[in-house]
């Protein structure tokens, strides 16, 4: 099944960029490009991707605005959108999970990244980035109410003593590949694990999972910088 995108820039040169790089893989296909948030939901419409790679700034209606439309349509709802931008800070990457987005990459990813990234989120998986993760969790940190827990610490009994491996690991930004290669099992195994643990604790993305991994102490939090 090829995957169908629609790219989201107000950069000619970087949309091109990327057609090149999406349209060079025998299972994806760029179906249109759009130079900002207005084009995008009316270009989503039109061509019902199967993922919009998604800029934030970008004039007229931006990124955040174009993927909250998206999101929130009826008549696009195996529409999702992978937000591709050079700005990872923490109320972006808030704000677009908010919204709806699947995804988050920084633009700084390497073409097998942008690759694995689309089909991440085309295979219905949230994928963050090492950067959004960590602008997520000090997210949390900066605004959490001290000693507030989303769910106390005894509700991780649920889960097995791998499935809190999983977890502890994707709390610290690591991919299913990069987690597969250091438990030494399958990227299928690895996603098993996050959704059972996902349906075990109740929470709908992967995004909820990183928080109660912090809210819970399953992973402490790196010292401040100096």
């Not at 040169?13 to 490009?33: P, Q, W």
């Not at 270009?43 to 909250?68: E, N, Q």
């Amino acid at each position: 099944m090829t995957i169908r995108v629609l790219l989201a820039d107000d950069q000619a040169l970087l949309r091109a960029t990327f057609r090149a790089l999406i349209d060079s893989c025998d299972d994806m296909e760029v179906v249109g490009e759009a130079s900002n948030g207005r084009e995008a939901v009316e270009l989503a419409r039109v061509h019902h991707p199967d993922i919009v790679v998604m800029d934030i700034r970008m004039p007229g209606t931006d990124g955040l605005t174009a993927t909250a439309a998206i999101c929130d349509d009826p008549g696009l709802a195996t529409t999702r959108v992978l937000v591709l931008t050079t700005f990872e800070t923490e109320e972006y990457v808030a704000r677009a999970l908010y919204a709806g987005a699947s995804g988050f990459l920084g633009k700084d990813v390497t073409v097998d990244e942008l690759h694995t990234g689309i089909r991440t989120v085309a295979h219905g998986e949230t994928l963050l980035s090492s950067g959004a993760t960590r602008s997520l969790i000090t997210r949390f940190l900066t605004t959490r109410t001290p000693g507030a827990h989303l769910v106390p610490p005894a509700r991780l009994a649920e889960l097995t003593v791998r499935e809190r491996e999983v977890m502890a690991l994707a709390a610290e930004g690591r991919s299913n590949t990069e987690i597969a290669d250091d438990l030494g099992i399958s990227p299928l195994t690895v996603r098993t694990h996050i959704q059972r643990a996902m349906t075990k604790l109740r929470v709908r993305d992967r995004a909820q999972l990183v928080v109660i991994a912090y809210q819970t102490g399953l992973v402490q939090p790196p010292p401040p910088a100096a």
